[in-house]
């Protein structure tokens, strides 16, 4: 049984009080990013609260305010999406790790690179791509509340979707190098390797956007709806995006093993 007098160590205190400043020594820039933007949105939760009592107040006095529900689910989509990266870089998120506890350090390693890397990151890249299609239908639209009182230029809030969520990717990626680096080097083939969904998926929709510019700017005819539709080349933008990230796998092995780092 735990003595309940011992005193808690430093890194148990910050880990409760302040996640953001465990093992600082060992933070990247992009981790400094990420908790730097995390402190800085969390002054949102406040505000959140002052609005929430605030319409309370109201309600109970017969002056409801629509623009005041939509002001607590703008906060509380920013705030909550900040705190996904937030809790990726900080490792203060909710864990059941009944087994996971117990594991070497080695093997939680390639836990986390594994989970990250083939379930994460390519969700995150996924949401990243769905939701600037969102932000800019959005946009275009030029969407606002449905309450005539309520916050119009819905748009702003989505538009801070697709950023919030590459926010989230570098958290992801910079947790999964550091991972990557407990059990081996972290060499372009062997991130490629451990990253392979997410190299594939990012691959696919980077050369998907490419030809879709080109063929915007070269074929005056065609609708911008319908070039993904006339062009056959697309059909084909996923198995490119596949030999090209296994050729440098192959390519950064040979390499490797040439140089005797393998």
Known sequence: MTDTNTPLSVEEVLAISDPGEVNRATHTKIDRLVINVGNVIAWAFPLLMVAIVAQVLLRANGHNQAWLDDLQWWIYGVAMLA?????????????????HQNYSDTKKAKIEAAAIGWLLLPFIALMTDVMSHYAWASIESGEGSSSPNGLHRLYILKTSLPFLFALAWLAGYSTFKKNLAVFSKTGLAKQLIWLFPTAVFMGWRFIHYILYWAIFFTDDEIRARRITREYEIFEYAMYISLAIVVALIVIGLVTSRRKGDV
Do not use: E, L, W
Request: charged share 10%; aromatic share 18%.
């Open 83 to 99: 705190a996904f990266g937030y809790a990726i870089t900080t490792s203060s998120h909710v864990r059941v790790d009944i087994f």
